[in-house]
């Protein structure tokens, strides 16, 4: 790859795309690496050569997501290429991107979540108050926690035993709510007064100091991690979105079926919701190998 063209498709970047410097030295990096592999200016290069490139970087143990970036790197470089008359054909236009596997959740066991109910009473008054309803909506409800900070007041009328949900794409869905939910929302609701500055009224269910009026989504995990702390557990493994995704695998465990599960949390594509099968399916693999006395038996 000529620095004329290397510098041209870097300066196309920050001045058609607007592009941040850290993107265009990332852009940088992953260029100038492929064409250190590939031994030759980059701008000549075949598909067989760049094909060869992204194989030999799996075969060297780099992450499918490392190898995807890089292609999309190539890509856009081509595109350039052919746009600008450096070439007048792009060899990385039928790349194909390497399969990612898609990460299964972090799981919390019931016994695990019974440990950090248990933590929720060693705080005091309206401090763990508000906790145990938090908890109470992420574990106990499934909701997102841009859901949870979202909740206003009208949202949580006293008795009512379900809430109506904004998710994703201004979606609307309906979330029955349990006696404990239900009960840990009204003894909130009435002790909330407390965190109103000044006396004034919030619309808010979990009104704050911050500038949006109330909890910030990083307020929340911030909360979880110190409750995670007094439960004994590590805090890298407490988070709202991990809070839900127990709430989702403990209900199939339960024998929950995928539909139902789809319309709790929310989802667009009972696919997205199907992830959980797998976790599920892979701590049943994990009893049998663990527990049963065939298990470890070696052949002799």
């Given at each position: 790859m000529t620095v004329c063209a290397?510098?041209?498709?870097?300066?196309?970047?920050?001045?058609?795309?607007?592009?941040?410097?850290?993107?265009?030295?990332a852009y940088r990096r992953d260029l100038e690496d492929a064409q250190a592999t590939l031994g030759g200016g980059l701008e000549t290069a075949r598909e067989a050569d760049l094909r060869t490139y992204l194989a030999g970087l799996l075969?060297?143990?780099?992450?499918?997501?490392?190898?995807?970036?890089?292609?999309?790197?190539?890509?856009?470089?081509f595109l350039f290429c052919t746009a600008e008359g450096y070439r007048g054909d792009n060899p990385a236009d039928r790349l194909d991107a390497p399969k990612i596997g898609r990460p299964l959740p972090r799981h919390l066991g019931i016994e695990e979540l019974g440990a950090i109910i248990e933590a929720i009473e060693s705080y005091d008054g309206p401090a763990r108050l508000r906790l145990g309803c938090i908890v109470e909506l992420l574990y106990g409800a499934g909701l997102r926690v841009s859901e949870l900070?979202?909740?206003?007041m009208s949202d949580v009328p006293p008795g009512r035993g379900w809430l109506t949900v904004r998710g994703k794409g201004?979606?609307?869905?309906v979330v029955p709510?349990?006696?404990?939910?239900?009960?840990?929302?009204d003894a909130w609701t009435a002790a909330r007064n407390r965190y109103l500055v000044g006396g004034r009224r919030s619309r808010w269910l979990f009104p704050s100091r911050s500038k949006e009026g109330h909890l910030t989504r990083r307020r929340v995990g911030q909360l979880l991690d110190e409750l995670a702390v007094r439960a004994?557990?590590?805090?890298?493994?407490?988070?709202?979105?991990?809070?839900?995704?127990?709430?989702?695998?403990?209900?199939?465990?339960?024998?929950?079926d995928l539909r139902s599960l789809q319309q709790l949390l929310g989802h667009a594509d009972i696919a997205t919701t199907q992830i959980y099968t797998h976790v599920v399916e892979e701590q049943l693999r994990r009893a049998v190998f663990d527990h049963h006395p065939l298990a470890s038996r070696s052949d002799s």
């Open positions: 290397l510098d041209a498709f870097l300066e196309a970047l920050v001045v058609e795309r607007g592009a941040a410097a850290n993107t265009v030295s075969r060297a143990g780099r992450s499918p997501r490392t190898v995807s970036r890089r292609r999309s790197a190539l890509r856009q470089f900070v979202g909740l206003v201004g979606r609307e869905r709510l349990g006696d404990h939910a239900r009960a840990s929302i004994g557990l590590d805090p890298a493994r407490v988070s709202p979105h991990v809070m839900r995704h127990a709430f989702a695998s403990h209900l199939l465990e339960g024998g929950a």
